[in-house]
């Protein structure tokens, strides 16, 4: 059904069996989301030859930094996130996450920023990449290039690491990511190596084929995941650092790509109050007053549940280099797979696999990456198209002068 706002298609209730017929879910996905998806292991492999590339020799000769900030807005954002992860809680210098123009006003000579944009023309990364530039700070540019962010970083002599643009930065997470985490390397604040990268990919390339859109339902865990969700509030929250990235993820996709308001954290923050959500009217609630004899096809919004999903980890460090230990990471997210149980409250629970940091972590992203789009398209959603993106451009940005 058509909404009251151009652009805006798509139907509340799944369709389970547009899942299952290939040609249809590629005819509804014209952008070539799940193609983009799917390149992910590829983008490991491209971005960290592009890196290669690029002469990082200049961040190293200065030693080691005061701070890092990584700049950027969405899913460049992110990537700060996962600098910070893969860095671990012994990182010796701060890792600072910037999403708005510019940078922190203590920036100065003794500080490195990497500025991320996937189109090159972000705002909040070129800013950050400015004042760098003018207050002397070690700069790496990331994005697109042959962009405003290329040049930019040409003018300031410093290091630029293109990054082909094929879709939305939300697809493109791991050809942005690589490049950060390489720089970081090159200053000696991670220890990556070719086997992580190479693992990483081939982690990527399976899920891809686990996930691929010619596999059945009952086989394609993202597609079982997306039909778990249909219709919910879900609520997604993070056992340890790693799965709480995993779980933002998740909640930022779910959100651009399947429009499902989401909630989404660490499961240490969630179990000093908002746990109480699996009591609340969307939880245990409707839970205990469910009529098994009432009519299927009732009223929609009388239906709505939570629906939780847990990123588990485990762990792969020494207790001495966790932020707490493993041990009570894992009870914290045994109890609330009981609590949910309890309430009647339904909950999915990925695990992370992998021998290294890299690759635990692209084994909590990529299925629940599918998933959102899955669940976009059963509801008869265009993945890449966002009518309220544009819409909220059009409407925050001023016209130039001249065309009022």
């Known amino acids: ?107 100065g000579a003794a500080d490195v920023v990497i500025a991320v944009s996937a189109s090159g023309r972000s705002p909040e990364a070129l800013a950050a990449a400015d004042a760098a530039a003018r207050r002397g700070a070690r700069l790496v540019a990331i994005g697109n290039p042959d962009t405003e962010l290329q040049a930019m970083a040409e003018r300031a002599r410093a290091p630029f690491i293109p990054v082909p643009r094929r879709a939305p930065a939300r697809a493109s997470l791991w050809g942005l990511a690589v490049p950060v985490l390489l720089a970081a390397r090159a200053i000696g604040l991670v220890k990556v190596n070719e086997a992580d990268l190479a693992e990483t990919a081939t982690r990527l390339d399976a899920d891809a084929e686990r996930c691929r859109p010619g596999a059945d339902s009952f086989v394609n865990p993202a597609k079982a995941l997306a039909l778990g969700l249909a219709g919910s509030i879900p609520i997604v929250w993070g056992s340890s650092p790693l799965a709480t990235v995993a779980a933002r993820r998740f909640a930022d996709t779910l959100a651009a790509n399947a429009r499902y308001p989401v909630m989404a954290g660490a499961l240490g923050e969630a179990g000093r109050g908002r746990v109480g959500l699996l009591d609340g009217v969307f939880g245990g609630l409707a839970e205990t007053s469910r009529d098994i004899f009432a009519d299927p096809d009732a009223d929609e919004s009388e239906l709505t549940r939570l629906r939780l999903v847990i990123f588990r980890d485990g ?32 909950c999915d629970v990925l695990t992370a696999e992998g021998a290294s940091t890299l690759e635990r972590l692209a084994s909590l992203t990529a299925v629940p990456d599918f998933a959102s789009l899955y669940l976009a398209l059963a509801h008869g959603l265009d993945p890449m198209a966002v009518p309220a993106i544009n819409e909220m451009k059009e409407l925050s940005n001023p016209m130039p002068e001249g065309i009022q």
């Open 1 to 107: 059904m058509e909404g009251g706002v151009t652009g805006v298609h798509g139907h509340r209730i799944v369709d389970e069996s547009l899942l299952d017929n290939e040609k249809a879910m590629l005819d509804s996905d014209p952008g070539g989301m799940l193609r983009a998806t799917a390149s992910a292991g590829a983008q490991v492999r491209e971005s960290a030859a592009l890196a290669a590339e690029a002469d990082l020799s200049a961040l190293a000769d200065e030693g080691r930094p005061r701070a890092v900030v990584v700049a950027g807005i969405g899913t460049a954002g992110l990537t700060g996130n996962i600098l910070a992860t893969v860095a671990g809680p012994r990182c010796p210098v701060p890792i600072i996450g910037h999403r708005s123009a510019g940078v922190p006003g203590w920036v």
């Open 315 to 346: 762990g792969l460090n020494p207790e001495d280099d966790a932020d707490e230990p493993v041990a009570v990471e894992e009870r914290r997210a045994d109890a609330v797979q009981t609590l949910a149980e309890r309430r009647g409250v339904r």
